[in-house]
């Protein structure tokens, strides 16, 4: 059975947004480190959902940043700064899932909630763009 790659894009943004309404709400318990992590993974599933696009996928999170930076930045289909956003929640997230003594304040939990929201609310616009593109 062939990919078809726009559901599969369309699944991932909907994981995207589960991951960062489950963000916004383990954020609200005060699980700050959770919700890092959840915030990383709307952006993570917002970049899978944009690269499947083009064909690519791939298992490790340095690939998908790369291809995407590479194809989507890089090209200036999303702004600069964008690249800065993806490496911060990357490493941010790297040192809530890994290193035993980091603490996660709310303060660095509602930051990676804003970039989330931000390059979410991006990534639809880059998608909408794209569709009226090919209806036209």
């Known amino acids: ?3 078809d790659t726009e559901v599969l894009c369309r699944y991932r943004l909907e994981r995207a947004e589960e991951d960062l309404l489950a963000a ?3 954020h609200q318990s005060g699980f700050y480190k959770a ?3 959840r915030s990383y993974y709307a952006i993570f599933h917002s970049i899978r959902a944009v690269n499947i696009l083009d064909g690519f996928d791939a298992s490790k999170h340095s690939s998908v940043i790369a291809h ?3 194809f989507f ?3 200036g289909e999303f702004d600069k700064t964008t690249y800065k956003l993806i490496d911060s929640a990357y490493r941010i997230r790297e040192k809530c899932d890994y290193s035993d003594f980091f ?3 709310k303060e660095d939990s509602a930051a990676q909630l804003n970039n989330a929201k931000m390059f ?5 616009l880059y998608l909408q763009k794209k569709e009226n593109k090919q209806e036209n």
Do not use: D
Not at 120 to 124: C, D, E, T
């Open 35 to 37: 919700a890092i992590n």
């Open 68 to 70: 995407f930076n590479q």
């Open 24 to 26: 916004e709400n383990i």
């Open 1 to 3: 059975m062939p990919l």
């Open 73 to 75: 930045v890089h090209t």
């Open 103 to 105: 603490i996660a304040s």
């Open 120 to 124: 979410l609310n991006a990534v639809k």
